[in-house]
């Protein structure tokens, strides 16, 4: 089960300011459109306001963040679901997407309860963060690593990367690791056991369908051809 | 375990990940667009890494950042970007990462809605024709041609008709030729600094000018020094918002070396995520009515036997006016600082007390604030500008000042008081590296001008105060000193250096107003932006990344830029000196005098001129070898110089940085001089001290002719402060507005550069901030649209419901691109300059955050504005 050479992503939630650069790079690096993002950042929130003597005082107000792409998992559930067989895993343990084989039918989506793999309605198929394969092939760095202006985000061998940073990989809102052993290894931020306590909330704004548009939304100015 | 699985991850999406629905096509892929390579998410991408040329490219927006940046360019087209690979990267010596803007710039520069030709409104006609629609008319695509005919003869015809005194611009190479031309009204702000333009050199809290700097960056102490404290106040920074790049990351070595830090911040920052280790919710706008309670404390409790809190051997020696027996020459002694603090002449003491019910911070833990910052050896007391963009905070930068004097935190490593703010954030002292003057030379103005020192004092010339534009072109009026208002007619606006002045100044639904009266509008362009969008005609400009650059010093003090011309101007773009010289050639004017100094010359100018600090710190040396061959290549006549790199490395490299450590000899402690023998090293003051009594401070105020102050640090009540939100303040009766409402910088946007960039859209919404408490008894959830109204403007939003935000306050990112519905008079991109009022106050400040407002649910659902279609004009035109 285990494989030596597998690897993996670590995340410092404790230095990650969320400001989501490591998104952009990966979505320049790979040219990714607006609705694909191979990699997500969530903002996980809580706290709440006591009143006071007539103030309100906070109590336990925290925020943190965590910066996630595909997990790359020992056990990839993505894998299992896939029904063309287009989902497969290299001798890194890099869980590739195989683009000729892909259906589209989004098993993998509703598989992964990270939700790394991404659809794009005009390429018809499902695409994933490889950990810049092509980068890693001339000794570079995956993009949202150098990216990271908080030096947050490293990768390697997951062997090397427990070793340094221990064996956390999931902290409030991940799911359980032993669900799919993710190979991402987690510094908790400093409120995640002292102040989440499992009440927090992901607070990234929600993207809703819009059910009416009438006087919403752009009033572009009408143009020529 | 499937179960397990399907129920978390069922939370996970409810909860808000983006779900990866169905796509709608992204703007940047629609056939014929501008953007010179197709999307292709999956099946190109892995030749990305290895061909093309990398060319160093700037990112030249007015963030207070400056990073490295490089450019994969393959036949006219850049492929990817990607930032400082230029040496190994340690927390000493970092490389100069990129942010997400930067990251994303060339979606911006090669956006699918970059402007191809110059063009003008369809009901346009000579004199202004239908000005009514202006912001909704229909496009019209001109030659460059006939558009400079057209600019050509409105610039004549309102001199002619009105004179010069009718031509406004407030800035961009466009000036120079409008200079010749006779000149023009001006514009000044005191936008960015707010109350710490004037009052921070009036009291002595600042640097004096270091080189060709600012002269405001070296009021704190270096990032190394930094490193020797054992607390840091952050009172309203929050860099990881507002100066992303290295300052936060420098912050967080700050604090591995031990550092405790502190916020004061209405908000809990994303900076306050990673950094802090307490945090104090205080009001905007009452950050001096805290500050005064920190200081009677410090008063209260001080005894210097017992229970020393106060440096007196400090006060006594580097300040005037904390007491009678230490006034400035000439000033009444009962007005001291210390009584005013104990209420001797009002009857009521600046307790904590006092200051709870104002700033919302209970008196108890005022009180342990301020036994921490007096018992804490090592503090570095840092702001921001923002508690000073508030109406009336004229006094505040003088009572953050005064903390640091009475707790004795300048002067000494790891002890300072100042602004951490811009280039200088967490980083202060003068420049390690700079660029040489490029030698293009200054054309008087004849009618408008006048530098932001020396608004306040009588002026001749015309120069409109920022946040009277708008009121000054509808009434014709505006201030122009105490007791003196100036008449003023404009005709013709001529928006160059691509100005988006329409969305930036507060009073913005006025602005609307006001943008359909001139006769003409001309403004210079990279995109449809709101002001662009409401002018007759839009010249087309290229951006940097087309042109060649100059050596580039406006970041932090460690570091120089030269980026390179990376691509051809795209589509018709043209150089806005090239527009200036070809407007000026076509009033006669002599273009040699525009362009005085050719971009090659200027390039070699800011090269053979560029110095960098000495490794014993002191002094500089060229920092450029330029050899013969170099010179050749630039184009210019000059002679070779030696100096500690190479031209051409610099060139390939784009950034040349300063090594630092942390025992090397480029630590700047301000004042430290001053503080060991303050006689023999006097300051700029009248007194040559720091002045808790200013009346150079309050009289520099009341000449702008529009608020008064003391000339020691008195609490004045912001106009639409906290105060104002009641209707009966004894009571605590609400008012029509009762909640407070402040903007902030946001990183999808550095101003209001970006706002068009769909990937920047997609990770950061622009949504409206709102505590639980107040959303809940207006029965709003989180993701609900949102309707606000200020007595200025209304928006339209969706709402971020978040404990991060104190109760009765609401925030929100400044600098949206407004789509006004001009029916219902709401702005539904929500620009915090439609909430923001005109106010003037003190020395012209922009109080934006001094704002109030109420919100109520909105019945219909927003489209997330990645979504709304980008500003595409001629878009079935294909480039070539």
Redo the contacts between chains.
Sequence with gaps: MNNKNQLGFYLDS????????C???C???????????WR?V?EY?????NS???????SG?????LSVSCQHCESP?CLEACPSSAISKGDDGIVHID?EKCIHDQSC?Y???Y?A???????A?M?KCDM????RA?D?NP?CV??????ALSWGKMDELREKYGNITAID?L??GS??SPSMILTP?RHTRLLSNGKG????????????????????????? | MKNATTSRRNFFKTAGMLAAGITVLPSNSIKGALLPYKISPVVKRHVRSVEGKWVPVVCWHDCGGRCALKALVVNNKILRVKSDDTHMDTPDYPQQRACLRGRSQRMQVCGPDRLKYPMRRKSWAPGGGDKSLRGKDEWVRISWDEALDIVVNELKRIKEEYGNESIFSPGGEIKRTLNLFGGCVDSWSNDSLGSWMGSGKQIGLYAKKPNNGFDWVGCIGDRMDMRNCQLVVMWGVNPAWSSPGSPTYNFLQVKKAGAKFIFIDPFYSSSAAILADDWYPVRPGTDHAMILGIMHTLLNEDNPVNNPLIDWDFLNRCTVGFDKYHMPEGADPSENFKDYLLGKNDGQPKDAEWAAEICGIPAARIKILAREIANTKKVALLTSWAPARVNNSDSWPQAFMTLGCMTGHIGESGRMTGTSIHIATGNGGPPLVYAGNTGLEEIPNQVGGGSNYTRGRPEEKLSIPGNQIWSAILTGEYTAGKDRNRKVDIRLMYLGGVTNMLGSREGQKKGFEAIKKPDFIVCHAHFLNTTAQYSDVVLPVTTQWERDGLLQDDGNREVIFLGSKAIEPLFESRDDMWIAKEIGARLGLDTRLIESATQAQQLYNSASGAMVIKDDGKGYEPLLTITEEDIKNIGVVGSPQKGRITFKELREKGVYQVPRSPNDNFRHIPLEDFRKDPVKNPLTTRSGKLEIHCSDLAEFVAAFGWSVIKPIPEYVQPIEGYEASFSDWKTKTKSKYPLQFYSVHYLRRAGSTYDNVSWLREAWPQEFFINPLDAEVRGINHGDTIKATSRHGTVIRRAHITSRIRPGVTSMGAGAWSELDEKLGVDNAGSSNMLAGDITTGQGTSGWNSCLLEVEKYGKELIPDHKWPARILFKNEIHE
């Design positions: 404790g230095a990650c300011i969320g400001c989501k650069a998104i952009i790079a979505k320049d690096k790979n040219d990714l459109p607006v609705n694909i993002n997500r969530i929130c809580g706290g709440s306001w006071e003597k007539g103030n309100f005082v906070p107000v925290y925020v943190y963040y559930p683009q989506l598989a992964c309860p939700d793999p991404q659809f794009g309605s005009d390429t198929r695409s810049c394969a092509d980068l001339i570079k993009a150098d990216a990271c202006p908080l030096r809102p799911p359980d669900i799919t931020h909330h992901v607070t990234d704004l929600p993207e809703k369908a819009p059910t009416e548009i009438n006087g919403i939304g752009p009033n572009i100015i009408k143009q020529l051809k």
